[in-house]
Protein backbone atom coordinates (compact mmCIF):
# COMPACT_ATOMS: atom_id res chain seq x y z
CA UNK A 1 0.00 0.00 0.00
CA UNK A 2 1.58 3.13 -0.84
CA UNK A 3 0.54 5.74 1.97
CA UNK A 4 -0.71 9.29 0.92
CA UNK A 5 -1.41 12.33 3.03
CA UNK A 6 -3.07 14.16 0.55
CA UNK A 7 -6.27 15.17 2.18
CA UNK A 8 -8.01 18.15 0.78
CA UNK A 9 -11.40 18.37 1.97
CA UNK A 10 -13.20 21.32 0.79
CA UNK A 11 -17.22 21.99 0.71
CA UNK A 12 -19.69 24.43 2.25
CA UNK A 13 -23.02 23.25 2.64
CA UNK A 14 -25.55 25.40 2.28
CA UNK A 15 -26.72 24.77 5.54
CA UNK A 16 -23.08 25.60 6.97
CA UNK A 17 -23.23 29.03 4.59
CA UNK A 18 -26.60 29.62 6.48
CA UNK A 19 -25.28 29.34 9.66
CA UNK A 20 -22.55 32.01 9.43
CA UNK A 21 -24.83 34.15 7.94
CA UNK A 22 -27.47 33.86 11.31
CA UNK A 23 -24.27 33.85 13.22
CA UNK A 24 -23.02 37.31 12.19
CA UNK A 25 -26.75 38.87 12.48
CA UNK A 26 -26.83 37.66 16.01
CA UNK A 27 -23.89 38.54 17.14
CA UNK A 28 -24.60 42.32 18.58
CA UNK A 29 -27.77 40.71 20.45
CA UNK A 30 -24.60 38.50 22.65
CA UNK A 31 -23.34 39.02 26.02
CA UNK A 32 -21.18 36.70 25.38
CA UNK A 33 -19.58 33.50 23.44
CA UNK A 34 -19.54 29.92 24.75
CA UNK A 35 -17.31 27.96 21.93
CA UNK A 36 -17.42 24.01 22.36
CA UNK A 37 -14.27 22.57 21.62
CA UNK A 38 -12.95 18.67 21.68
CA UNK A 39 -10.22 18.55 24.13
CA UNK A 40 -8.44 15.71 21.95
CA UNK A 41 -8.18 18.26 19.12
CA UNK A 42 -8.93 21.79 20.71
CA UNK A 43 -7.18 23.50 17.77
CA UNK A 44 -8.29 21.65 15.22
CA UNK A 45 -11.75 21.77 16.02
CA UNK A 46 -11.87 25.44 16.51
CA UNK A 47 -13.47 26.88 13.53
CA UNK A 48 -11.17 30.27 11.92
CA UNK A 49 -14.02 31.95 11.22
CA UNK A 50 -14.90 32.67 14.85
CA UNK A 51 -12.66 35.09 15.73
CA UNK A 52 -13.85 37.37 13.05
CA UNK A 53 -17.71 36.29 13.78
CA UNK A 54 -17.42 36.62 17.32
CA UNK A 55 -16.18 40.27 16.88
CA UNK A 56 -13.91 40.44 20.48
CA UNK A 57 -17.03 39.44 22.16
CA UNK A 58 -16.25 37.60 25.67
CA UNK A 59 -15.56 34.03 25.20
CA UNK A 60 -15.71 30.96 27.35
CA UNK A 61 -13.73 27.82 25.78
CA UNK A 62 -15.48 24.44 26.93
CA UNK A 63 -12.69 21.49 26.15
CA UNK A 64 -15.11 18.96 26.34
CA UNK A 65 -15.19 15.38 26.44
CA UNK A 66 -12.22 15.25 28.91
CA UNK A 67 -13.53 12.17 29.69
CA UNK A 68 -11.38 11.01 26.07
CA UNK A 69 -7.96 13.47 26.44
CA UNK A 70 -4.54 13.40 27.71
CA UNK A 71 -5.43 14.81 31.23
CA UNK A 72 -1.67 16.30 31.50
CA UNK A 73 -2.12 17.84 27.80
CA UNK A 74 -5.47 18.85 29.34
CA UNK A 75 -4.17 21.14 31.51
CA UNK A 76 -1.62 22.58 29.11
CA UNK A 77 -4.86 23.58 26.91
CA UNK A 78 -6.68 25.13 29.52
CA UNK A 79 -3.49 27.51 30.08
CA UNK A 80 -3.03 28.07 26.56
CA UNK A 81 -6.70 29.57 26.32
CA UNK A 82 -6.60 31.73 29.42
CA UNK A 83 -3.10 32.88 28.21
CA UNK A 84 -4.83 34.43 25.67
CA UNK A 85 -7.78 36.00 27.86
CA UNK A 86 -10.57 33.82 27.62
CA UNK A 87 -12.27 31.57 30.53
CA UNK A 88 -12.09 27.89 30.80
CA UNK A 89 -14.19 25.44 31.97
CA UNK A 90 -13.25 21.64 31.16
CA UNK A 91 -16.25 19.28 30.87
CA UNK A 92 -17.47 15.59 30.04
CA UNK A 93 -20.76 16.66 29.23
CA UNK A 94 -22.08 13.26 28.80
CA UNK A 95 -21.33 12.50 32.53
CA UNK A 96 -22.11 15.99 33.45
CA UNK A 97 -18.65 16.78 34.74
CA UNK A 98 -18.01 20.20 34.82
CA UNK A 99 -21.10 21.82 33.42
CA UNK A 100 -22.98 22.73 36.57
CA UNK A 101 -20.21 25.26 36.90
CA UNK A 102 -21.22 26.62 33.60
CA UNK A 103 -23.60 29.71 35.05
CA UNK A 104 -21.00 30.77 37.95
CA UNK A 105 -18.17 31.05 34.74
CA UNK A 106 -20.25 32.78 32.67
CA UNK A 107 -21.37 35.34 35.66
CA UNK A 108 -17.79 35.39 36.20
CA UNK A 109 -16.59 36.03 32.55
CA UNK A 110 -19.29 39.21 32.58
CA UNK A 111 -18.69 40.59 36.19
CA UNK A 112 -17.60 43.78 35.06
CA UNK A 113 -20.81 44.49 32.51
CA UNK A 114 -23.46 42.77 35.29
CA UNK A 115 -22.36 45.63 37.97
CA UNK A 116 -22.57 48.03 35.28
CA UNK A 117 -25.94 46.80 34.58
CA UNK A 118 -26.66 46.43 38.28
CA UNK A 119 -25.52 50.18 39.07
CA UNK A 120 -28.07 51.74 36.27
CA UNK A 121 -30.78 49.66 38.20
CA UNK A 122 -30.76 46.49 35.70
CA UNK A 123 -29.38 44.09 38.29
CA UNK A 124 -31.19 40.88 36.85
CA UNK A 125 -31.36 42.02 33.12
CA UNK A 126 -31.53 38.56 30.90
CA UNK A 127 -27.88 37.49 29.57
CA UNK A 128 -27.05 36.10 25.93
CA UNK A 129 -24.63 33.72 25.28
CA UNK A 130 -24.08 32.15 21.63
CA UNK A 131 -23.30 28.52 21.61
CA UNK A 132 -21.10 27.36 19.05
CA UNK A 133 -19.04 24.57 17.47
CA UNK A 134 -18.19 22.48 14.96
CA UNK A 135 -20.30 19.14 14.00
CA UNK A 136 -19.92 16.73 16.54
CA UNK A 137 -18.34 17.96 19.43
CA UNK A 138 -20.87 16.85 21.89
CA UNK A 139 -22.44 20.80 22.03
CA UNK A 140 -26.16 19.39 22.14
CA UNK A 141 -24.99 16.93 24.98
CA UNK A 142 -23.09 19.90 26.64
CA UNK A 143 -26.41 22.44 26.72
CA UNK A 144 -28.87 19.84 27.52
CA UNK A 145 -27.05 18.75 30.88
CA UNK A 146 -26.87 22.76 31.12
CA UNK A 147 -30.24 23.94 31.25
CA UNK A 148 -31.62 20.44 32.65
CA UNK A 149 -33.88 19.77 29.44
CA UNK A 150 -33.52 17.42 26.43
CA UNK A 151 -34.09 20.77 24.19
CA UNK A 152 -31.01 20.59 21.82
CA UNK A 153 -30.59 17.23 19.61
CA UNK A 154 -28.08 14.85 20.94
CA UNK A 155 -27.18 12.20 18.09
CA UNK A 156 -23.55 11.42 17.66
CA UNK A 157 -23.12 12.21 14.40
CA UNK A 158 -22.30 15.40 12.55
CA UNK A 159 -25.14 18.34 11.82
CA UNK A 160 -28.04 17.16 13.70
CA UNK A 161 -28.64 20.45 14.85
CA UNK A 162 -30.18 22.83 11.75
CA UNK A 163 -31.42 25.78 13.33
CA UNK A 164 -30.66 28.60 16.02
CA UNK A 165 -32.42 27.30 19.01
CA UNK A 166 -32.91 30.11 22.35
CA UNK A 167 -32.63 27.30 25.58
CA UNK A 168 -33.33 29.00 29.10
CA UNK A 169 -30.66 28.28 31.62
CA UNK A 170 -32.05 30.17 34.60
CA UNK A 171 -34.29 33.53 35.70
CA UNK A 172 -31.36 35.23 33.42
CA UNK A 173 -29.37 33.54 31.28
CA UNK A 174 -30.42 31.93 28.24
CA UNK A 175 -28.30 30.63 25.53
CA UNK A 176 -28.59 30.77 21.67
CA UNK A 177 -27.95 27.33 20.16
CA UNK A 178 -26.58 27.13 16.50
CA UNK A 179 -25.79 24.07 13.96
CA UNK A 180 -22.23 23.38 13.99
CA UNK A 181 -19.89 24.98 11.28
CA UNK A 182 -17.32 23.85 9.69
CA UNK A 183 -14.97 26.00 7.36
CA UNK A 184 -14.82 26.17 3.59
CA UNK A 185 -11.71 24.10 3.04
CA UNK A 186 -8.82 22.65 5.65
CA UNK A 187 -5.53 23.83 4.25
CA UNK A 188 -3.61 21.62 6.67
CA UNK A 189 -4.34 18.09 5.91
CA UNK A 190 -3.56 17.35 9.59
CA UNK A 191 -6.42 19.29 10.59
CA UNK A 192 -8.61 17.53 8.64
CA UNK A 193 -7.21 14.25 9.68
CA UNK A 194 -7.80 14.94 12.98
CA UNK A 195 -10.75 16.21 12.80
CA UNK A 196 -11.92 12.72 10.93
CA UNK A 197 -10.12 10.71 13.83
CA UNK A 198 -12.92 11.83 16.30
CA UNK A 199 -15.90 11.56 14.10
CA UNK A 200 -16.47 15.67 13.51
CA UNK A 201 -16.31 14.61 9.53
CA UNK A 202 -18.53 12.06 7.60
CA UNK A 203 -16.56 8.74 7.22
CA UNK A 204 -17.36 8.28 3.48
CA UNK A 205 -15.39 11.27 3.15
CA UNK A 206 -12.39 9.76 3.79
CA UNK A 207 -10.49 6.89 3.12
CA UNK A 208 -10.05 4.28 6.11
CA UNK A 209 -6.92 2.85 5.99
CA UNK A 210 -5.55 6.33 5.23
CA UNK A 211 -6.85 7.58 8.15
CA UNK A 212 -6.26 4.44 10.09
CA UNK A 213 -2.75 4.65 8.94
CA UNK A 214 -2.11 8.32 9.98
CA UNK A 215 -3.41 7.61 13.72
CA UNK A 216 -1.61 4.59 14.16
CA UNK A 217 1.80 6.58 13.26
CA UNK A 218 0.61 9.43 15.74
CA UNK A 219 0.18 6.48 18.59
CA UNK A 220 3.46 4.78 18.02
CA UNK A 221 5.03 8.19 18.44
CA UNK A 222 3.25 9.42 21.51
CA UNK A 223 1.32 6.36 23.17
CA UNK A 224 3.32 3.43 22.23
CA UNK A 225 2.38 1.87 25.61
CA UNK A 226 -1.48 1.88 24.69
CA UNK A 227 -0.77 -0.02 21.34
CA UNK A 228 0.97 -2.62 23.75
CA UNK A 229 -1.57 -2.75 26.36
CA UNK A 230 -4.48 -2.75 24.01
CA UNK A 231 -3.05 -4.86 20.54
CA UNK A 232 -0.03 -6.78 22.56
CA UNK A 233 2.42 -5.52 19.91
CA UNK A 234 5.62 -3.03 20.68
CA UNK A 235 5.82 -0.29 18.21
CA UNK A 236 9.42 -0.02 16.87
CA UNK A 237 10.48 3.61 15.73
CA UNK A 238 11.09 2.38 12.11
CA UNK A 239 7.16 1.26 11.74
CA UNK A 240 5.18 3.22 9.58
CA UNK A 241 1.37 3.33 10.10
CA UNK A 242 0.04 0.74 8.25
CA UNK A 243 2.88 -1.50 9.52
CA UNK A 244 1.76 -0.94 12.49
CA UNK A 245 -1.84 -1.26 11.72
CA UNK A 246 -0.42 -4.78 9.83
CA UNK A 247 0.68 -5.75 13.29
CA UNK A 248 -2.41 -5.09 15.13
CA UNK A 249 -4.57 -6.68 12.43
CA UNK A 250 -2.24 -9.59 12.69
CA UNK A 251 -2.68 -9.83 16.49
CA UNK A 252 -6.49 -9.71 16.58
CA UNK A 253 -6.21 -12.63 13.61
CA UNK A 254 -7.70 -10.28 10.96
CA UNK A 255 -6.11 -12.32 7.69
CA UNK A 256 -7.47 -13.06 4.58
CA UNK A 257 -6.37 -15.29 2.00
CA UNK A 258 -2.45 -16.13 1.51
CA UNK A 259 -2.12 -15.31 5.56
CA UNK A 260 -2.24 -11.26 4.04
CA UNK A 261 -3.86 -8.84 7.18
CA UNK A 262 -7.30 -7.55 6.80
CA UNK A 263 -6.22 -4.05 7.23
CA UNK A 264 -9.59 -2.38 6.46
CA UNK A 265 -11.08 -4.44 8.99
CA UNK A 266 -8.66 -3.40 11.41
CA UNK A 267 -8.82 0.23 10.40
CA UNK A 268 -12.18 0.34 11.28
CA UNK A 269 -11.53 -1.59 14.46
CA UNK A 270 -9.06 0.93 15.29
CA UNK A 271 -11.14 3.91 14.83
CA UNK A 272 -14.11 2.87 16.44
CA UNK A 273 -12.35 2.24 19.88
CA UNK A 274 -10.32 5.01 19.33
CA UNK A 275 -13.43 6.73 19.31
CA UNK A 276 -15.07 5.19 22.51
CA UNK A 277 -12.09 5.43 24.23
CA UNK A 278 -11.21 2.12 24.41
CA UNK A 279 -7.88 2.70 23.50
CA UNK A 280 -7.04 5.02 26.57
CA UNK A 281 -6.78 8.98 26.21
CA UNK A 282 -5.63 10.99 23.99
CA UNK A 283 -4.72 14.56 22.80
CA UNK A 284 -3.49 14.12 19.16
CA UNK A 285 -2.44 18.03 19.13
CA UNK A 286 -0.64 19.99 21.92
CA UNK A 287 -0.10 23.84 22.39
CA UNK A 288 3.46 23.99 21.28
CA UNK A 289 2.82 22.68 17.78
CA UNK A 290 1.17 26.28 17.21
CA UNK A 291 4.23 27.83 17.53
CA UNK A 292 4.17 30.43 14.70
CA UNK A 293 0.60 30.26 13.56
CA UNK A 294 -2.30 32.38 14.76
CA UNK A 295 -3.77 30.11 17.58
Known amino acids: MTQKNNLNIQWYPGHMAKTRRMIAEQMKNMDAVCEILDARIPFSSRNPDVEEL ?17 PAATRQWAAYFRGKGYAVLEADARAGQGTGKFAAAVRELLAAKLAAYAEKGQAGRMIRVMILGIPNVGKST ?3 KVSGRKTAKAEDRPGVTRSKQWIPVDKSLELLDTPGMLWPKFDDPDVGMRLACTGAVRDEILDTEELACHLMAYLGRHYPQALLDRYKFQAEAEDSGYALLEKAGRKRGFLVRGGEVD ?8 LDEFRAGKLGRFTLELPESLEGENG
Open 54 to 70: TKQKPRLVVLNRIDLAD
Open 142 to 144: FIN
Open 263 to 270: TERMAHIL
